[in-house]
């Protein structure tokens, strides 16, 4: 689990709160704003709050763009999995998560959040062999 491996760009804001991972929140409404994740591993989830001002978020892995998704809840939910990679090429990769400025016509806002991110490091499949496990 990640925390403070995030690198933030435009304004953000940040606040204790329950609930949240480790007991605190970042969110930004700046369209110039984006937080980067670097890391080393096959796949990545982002966690956030959900909510009834939230707004949509680009999601780009390796400066390619991936997705849009909207963080929208009509009531809120914290540490909420908004993004799943999926399977990716072991190795290194950066993912960014762009505030659009964006929103859904049931949200009253365009914030995006940051809690954590989690990250699969090593995936192993075990397949048994006859009665061996064979790790791949």
Not at 3 to 32: E, I, L, M, R, V
Not at 45 to 53: R, T
């Amino acid at each position: 689990i990640l925390k403070n491996h995030y690198s933030y760009n435009g304004n953000w804001k940040s606040a204790a709160q329950s609930g949240a991972f480790d007991s605190d929140n970042h969110w930004s409404d700046d369209n110039q704003a984006s937080y980067s994740i670097s890391f080393t591993g096959k796949q990545i989830a982002l966690y956030g709050a959900k909510d009834y001002n939230n707004g949509i978020a680009g999601i780009y892995i390796d400066d390619k763009f991936i997705t849009d998704v909207d963080l929208y809840s009509p009531k809120r939910e914290e540490s909420a999995c908004y993004f799943d990679s999926g399977l990716l090429p072991d190795g290194e990769h950066k993912i960014t998560v762009q505030v659009t400025g964006r929103k859904s016509e049931a949200s009253r806002g365009t914030y995006i959040t940051a809690d954590y991110a989690r990250i699969i490091l090593l995936r192993k499949t075990l397949l048994m062999v006859g009665k061996t496990p064979v790790f791949l």
